[in-house]
C-alpha cells in the first residue's frame, strides 16, 4: 500500500459520498463549520475564514505527510457537504487504522448520515485494504459520539489518559474502541444490512 496517500479515493452507498478532502470546498465547509459544537473535541479552533483556511490547510498537509487520509462527507439527499472524517494513525505492516477527526453540520447530525459514513469506511479498511483492526478514540466527555461509536458495534476498551490536547491546550483523556475483521462479517448483516443490499 505504498500509493495508498497518492489514491484518490471515493466510497459512496445511498446516503453518502466521501470524496478526498481538498481546498475546493471551503465555501462548502464554511457554511457549517463556525459551531463550537465542532471545535469543542477537537485540537481545532475554528472561529473564523482564517481558522478555516489553516484547518484545511493542516488537514491537506495530513495527507501529504502521510499522517492521514482525509475525506469530505457530502450528504446525497440534500446534495450538500455534511462534514468531514479520516483515516489515520495507520500502521500498515500490522494493519491496523483509526477511523476519527470526524465531524458534522449541526443540520447532519443524528441522521443517517454517520453510519453510512463509518460503514463506507469500515468496509474499505476490511473488505479492500485487508485490515485487522479499525480503532476509535472519543474524549471521555463526549458521550453522544461514545454512543454513536457503541452503536456501530464497536467493543469499548479503555481510557487513554492525557490522549490529546484540546484547542485550548488542555489535555483530555480519550474513550477507545475498537471493531476488529473477524466480527466484520456479523456486523456488517446486524448493524449495516441497509447498506449493503
Not at 477537537?42 to 484545511?56: A, F, M, P, R
Amino acid at each position: 500500500m505504498n500509493n495508498f496517500f497518492q489514491e484518490e479515493i471515493y466510497l459512496e452507498n445511498n446516503y453518502i459520498k466521501l470524496v478526498p478532502f481538498s481546498e475546493n470546498y471551503e465555501e462548502d465547509l464554511r457554511k457549517i463549520i463556525f459551531d463550537d459544537e465542532i471545535t469543542k473535541f477537537t485540537g481545532h479552533h475554528i472561529v473564523n475564514s482564517n481558522d478555516l483556511k489553516n484547518y484545511i490547510e493542516r488537514t491537506i498537509t495530513n495527507r501529504n505527510e502521510k499522517l492521514s487520509y482525509p475525506f469530505i462527507v457530502i450528504d446525497k439527499i440534500s446534495n450538500q457537504v455534511a462534514g468531514s472524517t479520516s483515516f489515520g494513525n495507520i500502521i500498515f505492516h500490522n494493519k491496523r487504522l483509526e477511523i476519527g477527526w470526524t465531524w458534522y453540520g449541526e443540520t447532519f447530525r443524528g441522521t443517517s448520515v454517520n453510519k453510512a459514513t463509518k460503514y463506507e469506511l469500515l468496509r474499505y479498511a476490511f473488505e479492500e485494504i485487508g485490515f485487522n483492526r479499525v480503532q476509535f478514540s472519543v474524549d471521555v466527555e463526549n458521550i453522544r459520539s461514545q454512543k454513536a461509536v457503541l452503536k456501530l458495534g464497536a467493543k469499548q476498551e479503555g481510557i487513554f489518559r492525557s490522549n490529546y490536547e484540546n484547542a485550548k491546550g488542555e489535555c483530555r483523556d480519550d474513550v477507545y474502541f475498537s471493531i476488529i475483521k473477524s466480527e466484520w462479517s456479523d456486523l456488517k448483516r446486524a448493524k449495516f444490512g441497509e447498506f449493503n443490499n
